[in-house]
């Protein structure tokens, strides 16, 4: 019996079959090879998925562009290129994301992450090479793709992708999907997200999007440099009409809102620009600045959406950038101008020019470089002196020369005042404050100390870090000194001596509203009321009858003079000059300075040198074009706001100090005489006759009290022994207490107008001015209509008659010259112009 012949494992080719069938796989063959690669796919699926976790998201996903503001709300700049502004799915209308998802995804709502079928199917059209060539992404797989793998191309990465999709799907809810990668894709224009989108095609929140301007946005998204309507409007159209008619078909507008629809308004496309031209780049650079200084990372301002809210008001800082703009065409190319302004309540920089471009000069000549101060610190010692028991009636030389014997370092000082002008061995020092008189300010710097001069200067606001030498010759400015600095110190004393730290930052805030940071406003008393108001008054003086007279055009909405209170400077050889300046409201600083090196391709400014002249003026000083922009720009500042008044200042009783005349020596002393000790309750009359007699002069103020009308209550400004000429204030009952119907006018003869004027708006009154010729000293008053003791209305106007000095004379008559020449006429000798006397070159 034959043995029976066993299988071969490899039967092939196979006994008994024709030449093909011999070499085909038997079925058992086909099956077993297909239910192992079913078992192979699904052990390398399995370990696929739980090898695969879901990644953290990419670090930038979450990235904010910070944003930074002006005072009023207009956007300045943003510190990071990438604008993104995350916002929640339930604050949007729901058009908006049925618009992505009709366009990108319409099986997103149901789909478990991955579209099987979507993939097969784009798979045999990519085969066939029917339809072009096609991709089967769901939403969710680009949500992956975007917001925790970045791009991915090969098969592997998509592998990776589509488990992470299926265990996303899995674990997040549909709208947290969707929220997400709203606010992660990218529609062009530097936009991430819709709300960065909404606000760069349509100026708007998203959450105001219409659901035709959603389906735009949507359409936009596979391709969104070339869909933009602003690059091809033709394509961006029918990729608008596609998503309109795709969120009809599935529902989620109706068919009436489908035909109504058309295609949005949106805004150009708006050509690269660099954001930190012009004065922008100074402002987002000083912002930085303060922030870091104050705790605040590169980090968070680069990324972390922050909503930063500046004090810089943009009409004042474009009026700044005018008024250098439009200096005269002759100023050299050299000269840079700094401005800076502050509201003295608060320490806000209401503005802050530096420079012209920041992209062609990134310096900031208002924070980042020093000049000298000039005659602006004269009155850092002025206010020294007055702490130290000085009053503005003290005296001093104010001839010029004056040597002062070993007072530089053991050597002789000389010092001279501007242009060598004397004013006379004994002047006080309002005086000496209006006409920035050096040797009287030199000999005060020596008596009060100039460490005195460098401790006040530094509780004003000079910063610490700037060194100011003690030595006698810093009390005409010397030192080197930040513009935006002498602001905050001018600021301080606008402030009554209530110092608080200048800022551009109003306010930090998270994307939520809460505060991340905000200056400190609290204001801290470094020096006494009276000091300042002392120290303000002498240097309105400055303004009424000095080098400062240009901010006399400064005026009200009703056209009424404003008060204010300055000091002019010039450095050493004209290389530098100020006027720093303030009414109650604001405190301005203009500087101009004129560098040596300059070349603004390189952005190099160095060296100083002196300013050459421009504009017609003889040299340029602090009373020429600085004074005059500061006027120009603070009529703008101020612009609507009301007339606000100094604080109340009483100037002390005057030293007998009479203009010298040639007769007269420096040795001449001053006359005494001693105060009647019984007047308090004397009749007004009686005490004025006596006081008089006395050759005393006698002002007057009324009071409500029950004595009787005329009665003496009080004698202030004197007791015991005055000088001959000091002014006595009587306080004089008006016979009743209560609010009385009629003002009696105060004696105001004799005082200076500005003391007149505030005297009688201490009594409720107000003032006019004229002027009349008399033998008494220019700005003296001569008298008031109606006069002293008259009773008036309560508020009713003063007119005070003022002395313009005495009549000048008329020039000789002059010969007829007979007819002019064929050229025609021309200015004869004589007719040229002078200087600007009274400026100082401290």
């Known amino acids: 019996m034959a043995s029976k012949r066993r299988r071969r494992f490899w039967n092939y080719p196979r006994r008994g079959k024709n030449v093909v069938q011999r070499w085909l796989p038997s079925w058992r063959v086909v099956v077993g090879c297909m239910l192992g690669g079913i078992a192979l796919g699904a052990g390398l699926f399995f370990a696929a998925w739980t090898s695969t976790e879901i990644p953290d998201n990419l670090d930038d996903v979450e990235n904010q562009a910070t944003t930074v503001y002006y005072g009023n709300g207009n956007e300045v700049g943003s510190y990071s290129t990438i604008k993104r502004e995350l916002v929640d799915y339930d604050t949007l209308p729901a058009y908006v994301g049925d618009a992505v998802v009709a366009s990108e995804d319409a099986t997103f709502w149901t789909n478990g992450g991955v579209d099987f079928r979507g993939i097969a ?20 797989q680009q949500y992956v793709e975007q917001y925790y793998l970045g791009r991915t191309q090969d098969y592997l990465g998509k592998a990776k992708e589509a488990i992470i999709a299926l265990k996303i799907a899995r674990d997040q809810s549909k709208e947290l999907v969707l929220e997400r990668y709203l606010n992660t894709i990218y529609f062009g224009r530097g936009a991430y997200g819709v709300q960065a989108a909404a606000q760069a095609y349509f100026e708007k929140d998203a959450a105001d999007l219409t ?59 708006q050509e690269n620009t660099n954001s930190l031209g012009g004065q922008k780049g100074y402002v987002m650079a000083a912002v930085k600045t303060e922030l870091l200084k104050n705790g605040l990372t590169e980090e ?31 100023a050299s190319k050299k000269v840079r101008p700094s401005i800076v302004s502050i509201d003295p309540s608060n320490g806000d920089i209401v503005a802050l020019y530096g420079g012209k471009n920041y992209i062609k000069q990134s310096l900031n000549t208002a924070t980042q470089d020093t000049v000298q101060g000039g005659s602006t610190f004269k009155p850092f010692t002025l206010i020294g002196a007055l702490e130290e028991g000085y009053d503005l009636t003290t005296t001093f030389d104010g001839n010029s020369p004056k040597v002062f014997p070993g007072a530089d370092n053991g050597n002789d000082w000389t010092v001279n005042n501007f242009g060598g002008q004397s004013l006379g061995s004994s002047i006080d020092l309002v005086t000496a404050t209006a006409n920035s008189v050096n040797t009287a300010y030199a000999e005060l710097n020596m008596e009060v100390g100039p460490q005195k001069t460098v401790e006040v200067a530094h509780r004003l606001g000079i910063r610490e870090s700037t060194d100011l030498l003690s030595n006698n010759g810093n009390v ?73 007279r240009a901010a006399l055009d400064l005026t009200g909405p009703d056209g009424t003079r404003r008060p204010v209170a300055g000091k002019t400077g010039t450095a050493n050889d004209n290389e530098t000059a100020w006027f720093a300046g303030y009414t109650p409201q604001l405190a301005t600083i203009v500087n101009v300075r004129q560098y040596k090196n300059v070349d603004v391709e390189e952005g190099i400014l160095g060296g100083k040198e002196p300013i050459d002249t421009f504009g017609g003026y003889p040299e340029i000083t602090g009373s020429t074009w600085p004074a005059a922009a500061w006027t120009e720009f603070m009529q703008v500042a101020l612009e609507g706001e009301e007339i606000e008044e100094f604080p109340t200042y009483t100037p002390p009783t005057p030293s007998y100090s009479p203009s010298p005349t040639p007769s007269e020596t420096e040795e001449e002393e001053v006359e005494w005489v001693e105060l009647p000790g019984n007047l308090v309750g004397m009749n007004v009359s009686q005490a004025t006759n006596l006081l008089e007699g006395l050759d005393l002069r006698v002002a007057t103020e009324a009071v409500n ?22 002014t006595i204030t009587l306080v004089v009952s008006t016979g009743r207490s209560d609010e009385p119907q009629q003002v009696a006018v105060p004696n105001v003869t004799g005082q200076a107008r500005t003391a007149a004027e505030q005297q009688l708006r201490r009594v409720g009154l107000s003032s006019s001015t004229t002027e009349e010729y008399s ?16 009773e008036v209305e309560p508020g009713a106007t003063v007119t005070i008659v003022v002395s313009r000095g005495p009549e000048q004379q008329e020039p000789p008559e002059q010969p007829d010259p007979g007819p002019p020449d064929d050229d025609g006429p021309g200015d004869g000798p004589g007719n040229g112009g002078g200087g600007g006397g009274g400026e100082d070159d401290g």
Do not use: C
């Open 476 to 548: 005409l400015g010397t030192d080197s000194v930040y513009p935006v600095d002498l602001a905050s110190a001018y600021a301080t004393i606008a402030a009554e001596g209530m110092y608080i730290e200048p800022h551009v930052v109003d306010r930090v805030e998270h994307r939520d509203g809460t505060v991340r940071w905000e200056p400190d406003t609290v204001a801290e008393k470094r020096f006494e009321r009276d000091t300042m108001a002392a120290a303000t008054y002498a240097m309105t003086q400055v303004v009424e009858q000095g080098s400062g």
């Open 775 to 790: 033998d008494r000293p220019v700005g003296e008053v001569l008298r008031t209509e109606p006069g002293a003791g008259a």
């Open 705 to 726: 009290d029950e004595a009787s009308k005329g009665t003496v209550l009080e004698v202030r400004n004197g007791g015991g022994r005055v000088p001959v000429g000091s």
């Open 300 to 330: 968070e301002l680069e990324t972390k959406g922050l909503q930063i809210y500046t004090t810089i008001k943009p009409k004042l800082q474009r009026e700044a950038a005018d008024i250098v703009k439009n200096m005269p065409d002759d």
């Open 121 to 140: 199917r784009a798979a045999m059209n990519n085969v066939t090479g029917s339809g072009g060539r096609q991709g089967a992404s769901t939403l969710t």
């Open 211 to 269: 659901y035709s301007e959603a389906a735009m946005l949507s359409g936009i998204i596979p391709s969104p440099v070339n869909y933009d309507p602003s690059v091809q409007l033709e394509v961006a159209q029918k990729r608008w009409q596609r998503s309109i008619n795709r969120m009809a078909d599935q529902g989620y507008i109706t068919e009436e809102e489908r035909q109504s629809a058309e295609f949005p308004e949106f805004v150009e496309k």
